[in-house]
């Protein structure tokens, strides 16, 4: 896990998320550099460094990723930067009459991804995480942890890829081309396991927080689902099947999140947001995922 020193009088600034501070390099405009801030783990970064080499070297459209460096204190990557590139997200934005366009091309890259052998001896199993990273279920009530047991067992595993934070913020265009980022969490296994993931970011983050991220209010990320899983699956998305198995790993995944921070785990669903604790563990998985329309459609949930 060696990395190589960076200097940073070499790099301008050039951005900031939640974790991680980009530079342009200020000879090559072709370079840039994400340094994921001071405290953020070590071995996280080089996870992430080796996941984003890996989505390349599998023929999958990512931007090229190259050195493993840090800055003495913190750590992250040296990769190509995409000039004039617009993500799905911010095309949506400010385009919002481009959606069919939009969700049809997002939809033809999800199944090239979702249609990709995995390399399971590199690649982590989506199934195998969960059930370790969800270990005894002990944090949760019985009920809950046999609802999310019933849900796993669910599922099997399927050699294919998978994103792992499957948006449309995460993918950008540039003069037609079009590439995955934030593949840090590239994973094998069924593609309802994404599909999930883009349900809750649609239907179970406050408003500020999807505006902030995606570009979008949770209404117009939800229409954009609905045109999306019609490019997709075509006819059978709104079916019950599909309802079923999207519901499924939402449960799970909505565990993995309450098990991640549990004291800010009501934000992300807003079921239990405001009831007390062990109340709100208990909505949230029993509850979460209950459906009364298409899938992207939750009763009653309005963040």
């Given at each position: 896990m060696e990395a190589k020193k960076v200097n940073l009088m070499e790099w301008g600034y050039f951005g900031e998320g939640g974790t991680a501070v980009s530079f342009c390099n200020k000879q090559n405009g072709n370079l840039f550099l994400k340094l994921n801030k001071a405290g953020y783990p070590e071995q996280l970064t080089w996870e992430e460094f080796n996941a984003s080499k890996l989505f390349g070297e599998m023929g999958l459209p990512t931007p090229a990723v190259y050195d493993y460096v840090t800055d003495g204190e913190r750590f992250g990557y040296v990769g190509e930067r995409i000039k004039g590139k617009v993500s799905f997200?911010?095309?949506?934005?400010?385009?919002?009459?481009?959606?069919?366009?939009?969700?049809?091309?997002?939809a033809?890259?999800?199944?090239?991804?979702?249609?990709?052998?995995?390399?399971?001896?590199?690649?982590?199993?989506?199934?195998?995480?969960?059930?370790?990273?969800?270990?005894?279920?002990?944090?949760?009530?019985?009920d809950v942890a046999d609802k999310v047991r019933k849900c796993l067992d669910r599922f099997n595993d399927v050699p294919f890829c998978l994103h792992g934070d499957f948006n449309p913020g995460n993918v950008i265009s540039n003069e037609g081309r079009e590439y995955w980022i934030g593949v840090n969490s590239f994973m094998y296994g069924d593609p309802y396991w994404d599909l999930a993931t883009l349900y809750i970011i649609a239907n179970c983050i406050p408003s500020r927080v999807v505006k902030e991220r995606y570009h979008l209010s949770p209404s117009e990320l939800r229409a954009f689902c609905q045109s999306f899983g019609r490019h997709y699956l075509g006819d059978s998305w709104d079916s019950g099947e599909v309802r079923s198995r999207i519901q499924d790993a939402v449960v799970v995944r909505c565990c993995a999140l309450i098990r991640r921070n549990p004291r800010n785990a009501y934000l992300y669903v807003p079921f239990i947001r405001g009831k007390k604790f062990l109340f709100r563990l208990r909505l949230a998985i029993m509850n979460g995922a209950r459906n009364s329309g298409t899938p992207f459609d939750i009763a009653g949930c309005k963040a």
């Open positions: 997200a911010r095309i949506l934005s400010n385009e919002p009459s481009r959606r069919e366009e939009i969700a049809r091309r997002f033809l890259m999800a199944r090239d991804l979702h249609g990709t052998k995995a390399d399971t001896t590199r690649m982590k199993s989506c199934l195998d995480n969960f059930r370790s990273y969800l270990g005894d279920l002990s944090f949760v009530p019985s």
